[in-house]
């Protein structure tokens, strides 16, 4: 058990510290390559994470759940045969998506921009930085196998090293390749955008590496296994594949949510844009929505949906017990932390986003960021749900409703994006994903309830009583801004909106951890967790 704890906090940390890092390398991306360059790097990772999720298939999560099993049985040549065949299989696979992302570059960059004269971005920009960041497709694949691998064998070192490493030696050459093409040689933001998403490709080697080194270090305790076994499982290569994708499932493609609906906005925001005859502001507006933007808004969805999601792999267990009151209780405290930690966190974005975005970005054309961010912030909160209610799903053997779900939500969007946008401008694609996720979350849930009978009332009324203390925040935060902004020019120079965001967050954090405390909200959500707050609010 020890070393099944261990694993998973190595595992927690490795991919929290791969988040930070990349939501932090944003700031000086974006003073090297502006909003054009968040443009032009969201339209390359955009299809470039979709085909990536598609062409595994599930399938590294898949060999991990079969290479255990397999293990458990003492066959570990079975688990090996299987080894050998996922990195066979998801090196065709890779290559097969490198190719279809290479050449199909130039239709998407054509469909993408639609009238060249309404911004700096050009057709070929765009399909140059899609075809430089199609080549990861070529390593990143397969070697996802061979964590999963790893995985199996319960050893989760070689995921978290390879993952930290990864993202470490893709970031920085992203921002070295940036700073030579823009600073060293005052070269085209295209081409400093297309080396940065060329980055992928090098962080994808580093790890491969990494995890070459652990396989040579490894092998030969490997091998010892596979000569002490006495049975083995004589399996068809076809009934491996065959369990292996019964395996994957179909809720892989619950996790490319946000992609899918980014991809709605790639194809029908800039022509909505110059259709309505705001097409000078479209390239600034797609970079806060897609990119910049959406950095800032789901740093509490990922740090909210990890500590809830740490609850689900009980449900199965429970569920199948029919054991109903322990599986509303771990629902109810899944959707709380959700809850508890989001709403605060999105209406204080919302509240604070011109000096969040002034502080982060910089405040030229804040009137437009900062109120687009103002407006996209509050969508976090149905990111968070969709996602822990497909989890909940899961849990209980309803993994293809999510599917269903989301497939409704994409309908939602790709129906009335262009419309809203006529509308509404920029916003219009924000009220899109949010009418979108909003139907996913609502559909998700109705099936919850209907599946198990599960009653949302205590749900509801704990909603009403965070909405109380973060009412009691926001009006913190007006006064703290109404009393310093009287001295601090935070509207004009970024060093006072920086400290002005400082004051805001500190003040208003400050007060809803204590209100929510005090009132044992906390507590009541996240177990022993707060005692930490102890020695601060109990001295």
């Known amino acids: 058990m020890s070393n099944m704890v261990r694993g998973a906090m190595m595992l927690t940390i490795a991919s929290f510290l791969s988040k930070f890092l990349g939501m932090i390398y944003v700031i000086p991306f974006n003073a090297l390559v502006g909003e054009t360059g968040g443009v032009l790097y969201s339209f390359a990772y955009t299809p470039y994470n979709i085909i990536l999720s598609l062409s595994t298939i599930g399938v590294p999560l898949a060999v991990s759940k079969f290479v255990s099993k397999y293990n458990a049985m003492g066959d570990y040549e079975t688990g090996r045969r299987m080894f050998k ?11 097969l998506a490198f190719l279809v992302l290479f050449f199909s570059a130039e239709w998407l960059a054509g469909n993408y921009i639609t009238d060249e004269d309404a911004g700096s971005i050009a057709v070929e920009d765009v399909t140059f930085v899609i075809r430089m960041v199609s080549f990861a497709l070529i390593i990143i694949p397969a070697m996802s196998i061979v964590r999963g691998f790893f995985q199996g064998y319960q050893s989760m070192g070689p995921t978290a090293v390879s993952q930290v490493v990864e993202q470490v030696v893709r970031i920085v050459f992203l921002l070295t390749a940036a700073f030579i093409v823009m600073i060293v040689l005052d070269g085209e933001v295209s081409t400093a955008v297309g080396f940065a998403t060329f980055a992928a490709f090098i962080g994808g080697g580093a790890s491969a590496l990494v995890l070459w080194g652990y ?51 790639q194809f029908t925001f800039e022509r909505a844009m110059v259709a309505r005859g705001e097409g000078n502001i479209w390239e600034i507006a797609f ?19 990890g500590l809830s999601l740490a609850i689900i792999p009980a449900l199965t267990k429970i569920f199948t017990q029919k054991n109903h009151e322990e599986l509303y209780e771990q629902i109810n405290q899944a959707f709380q932390i959700v809850l508890v930690l989001v709403i605060p966190a999105v209406v204080g974005l919302s509240f604070l986003s011109e000096e969040a975005y002034g502080a ?43 599917v269903i779900s989301l497939t409704g939500g994409l309908l939602v969007k790709i129906l009335l994006n262009i419309q809203l946008i006529h509308m509404f401008g920029a916003k219009g694609a924000i009220f899109g994903t949010a009418l979108a ?35 009691i925040m926001c009006l913190v935060i007006w006064v703290v801004m109404a009393v310093f902004g009287m001295f601090l020019p935070y509207e004009t120079e970024r060093w006072a909106t920086i400290l002005m965001l400082v004051l805001g967050v500190g003040s208003g954090g400050a007060v809803y951890l204590w209100l929510a405390y005090e009132s044992t909200l906390l507590e009541r959500t996240l177990g022993n967790r707060v005692r930490v707050l102890d020695k601060i609010f109990r001295r």
Do not use: C
């Open 287 to 305: 970079a806060v929505i897609n990119f910049y933007g959406h950095k800032l808004v789901i740093i509490p969805v990922t740090l909210a949906t």
């Open 360 to 402: 982060l970005y910089g405040l030229g054309n804040i009137e437009i960021t900062g109120n687009l961010l103002g407006w996209y912030a509050p969508v976090g909160l149905l990111f968070a749900l969709f996602t822990v209610s497909s989890a909940v799903l899961q849990g209980i053997n309803e993994q293809k409703y999510a």
């Open 85 to 95: 065949a996922g990195i066979s299989l998801l090196m065709v696979s890779g290559f």
């Open 215 to 265: 396989w040579r270090k490894r092998k030969p305790g490997l091998d010892k296994r596979l000569q002490q076994q006495t049975y083995t499982n004589e399996i068809p290569r076809k009934d491996l594949f065959i369990e292996l994708f019964s395996y994957a499932g179909p809720f892989i493609i619950v996790g490319l949510a946000t992609s899918l609906y980014q991809l709605v906005d």
């Open 437 to 471: 996720v909003g139907t996913a979350v609502t559909l998700n849930l109705l099936r919850i309830k209907s599946k198990i009978q599960f009653s949302f009332r205590k749900l509801i009324k704990r909603t009403m009583l965070i909405a109380i203390f973060v009412s």
